[in-house]
């Protein structure tokens, strides 16, 4: 009797896990946090035909919403919670060079930890941890 395949179990996102009722827009990306360390977080996302501009290589606005992504995990990491209330109060992405290959990797770090501004730092990279952008994203802490 042939063996009966099971299919393997898929890999929550950190919004799935802490958020299941709701559909957040970094599940849309299929975006995963994959490493704490002692200064930020990394976080990848993969490349899909349908986040690629014309020319093949990442749509420089999905970057833009990982890097946004990436400040919020970071933020979250550095308070040490699960959930604060925060919105995105600026953005800068200096794109360096075209990014493809199978994913990109977000490593994150908190420049500033203030009482109402955090200032955060997100290195967009290829799949061989070349640097692709570099991002500048503060966030307005709330309540």
Sequence with gaps: MPKKQTATPKKKS??????????AFENTLG????????DGVTLECPIRPDILNGVG?????????IADEAA?????????????????SELKVNYLRPI???KVIAR????K????????RIDLM?????????????????G
């Design 100 to 102: 493809a290959g199978k």
């Design 14 to 23: 950190v919004a799935e896990s802490l958020y299941p009722d709701r559909i």
């Design 108 to 111: 994150g770090y908190v420049v």
């Design 31 to 38: 975006l995963r946090l994959v490493k704490r360390h002692k």
């Design 126 to 142: 290829d799949d061989k941890k070349k640097l692709g952008a570099l991002a500048i994203v503060t966030y307005m802490l709330l």
């Design 72 to 88: 919020w995990h970071v933020i979250l990491d550095a308070l040490g919670t699960k959930d604060r209330n925060m919105t995105t």
């Design 57 to 65: 290589v990442m749509h420089g606005g999905v970057l833009a919403s």
């Design 113 to 120: 930890m203030g009482r109402t501004l955090c200032v955060t």
